[in-house]
């Protein structure tokens, strides 16, 4: 079945420092998502991308989605305390009833 | 507006027991789902459903039931627990297409 990879598993950066989070598939993907989980929390829609070659932002967020349509990014730029959290991307798999998560990425912001 | 309300948010089984976990959502959601996650496994999705008396397995059904009467309340039963179901348990619900999904605060069990 379809798999979404996430690397890296885990990132911690002093606080002001950027961080990128990719998420790669083997197949082509019809639309991506991206979801924020804080510790002990649950996860929260972030964003999806659509259009191969797709730049959102959200504020400090950076959200790109490959040309092919194949990859994903999340870059924040200068991180702050509240940016902790694991942050997961999804893509839809056999028809959008299905999401396949990636295993996550755990960011860490020391002040 | 409470979104979607988990309970129980915890419970300790013991291995054979049965237990059913509830979700509720007054979001007039059409798509419901159940995910279990585990430490750097992400999230897997064990049954969902699109609409009101209808479900369907996700990537790990084995050992769960589930049941939507009601488009609000989507239902998923353990009937005889086993240590390997200790894990957190997610629901969400979301409108038809490709949406994003709004989650529950979660329920976390442990068997034991």
């Known amino acids: 079945g379809q798999q979404v990879m996430q690397i890296p598993q885990y990132q911690h950066v002093q606080e002001g420092e950027d961080f990128t989070t990719y998420c790669n598939s083997s197949?082509?993907?019809?639309?991506i998502q991206w979801y924020k989980q804080r510790p002990g929390g649950h996860p929260v829609f972030l964003i999806q991308?659509?259009?191969?070659?797709e730049v959102k932002k959200q504020k400090r967020l950076t959200f790109q989605f490959g040309e092919a349509k194949k990859n994903s990014s999340l870059h924040i730029t200068a991180t702050q305390t509240t940016d902790v959290g694991t942050y997961f991307c999804?893509?839809?798999?056999?028809?959008?009833?299905?999401?396949?998560f990636g295993a996550g990425t755990r960011l860490a912001v020391h002040p | 507006n409470a979104g979607v309300t988990q309970t129980p948010k915890f419970r300790v089984l013991k291995t054979g027991q049965s237990m059913t976990l509830l979700c509720a959502q007054d979001?007039?959601?059409?798509?419901m789902y159940w995910y279990r996650q585990d430490p750097g496994m992400g999230l897997r999705l064990i049954h969902y459903?699109?609409?009101?008396?209808?479900?369907a397995k996700g990537e790990v059904p084995d050992g769960y039931n589930v049941s939507r009467l009601k488009k609000q309340n989507f239902l998923l039963g353990l009937e005889s627990a086993a240590p390997s179901q200790t894990s957190v348990y997610f629901c969400?619900?979301?409108?038809?297409?490709?949406?994003?999904?709004?989650f529950g605060d979660g329920t976390r069990l442990s068997i034991l």
């Open positions: 969400a619900s979301s409108g038809p297409g490709p949406r994003g999904q709004h």
């Open positions: 197949t082509t993907l019809s639309n």
């Open positions: 991308l659509v259009k191969s070659g």
């Open positions: 999804a893509a839809f798999s056999g028809g959008y009833n299905k999401l396949i």
């Open positions: 979001m007039n959601h059409e798509y």
């Open positions: 459903s699109v609409g009101e008396g209808t479900t």
